[in-house]
């Protein structure tokens, strides 16, 4: 903070609160140096804001689209992963009837002791 900065906050209502003099020198207390610093940062803050609100808003922009694009991704993904358990059920049940089909005992098949029947 410059000189003519604070010379400027040195209203005499200021001077009156914050300011007392020794040895021929303004001497600012530590209640004003704090107004002087809240002032200091109010200033400059509206400015840091703007630009610090444009580039959140910027970057929440470019999340919002990732999310909506992994979103889609995952949908589809969704959607294969469903479609694949199915064909692997109905594989599991065609093999399952082939199996049982090869299994099963034709009653018209003789054992080797009813051979003369």
Do not use: C
């Not at 809240?38 to 200033?43: E, F, P, R, Y």
């Amino acid at each position: 903070m410059t000189r003519q900065a604070v010379q400027k906050k040195l209203t005499p209502d200021f001077r009156q609160k914050y300011v007392t003099k020794i040895a021929g020198r303004l001497q600012v207390s530590n209640a004003g140096m704090a107004v002087l610093l809240k002032d200091l940062d109010n200033q400059k803050q509206p400015n840091l804001d703007n630009q610090l609100t444009t580039e959140l808003h910027h970057q929440l922009q470019v999340k919002d689209t990732e999310i909506a694009r992994l979103q889609a991704t995952i949908d589809k993904l969704t959607a294969t992963l469903d479609q694949q358990q199915r064909l692997s059920l109905l594989d599991k049940q065609q093999s399952q009837k082939a199996l049982e089909g090869a299994t099963k005992v034709q009653p018209s098949q003789k054992h080797w002791w009813q051979f003369w029947k």
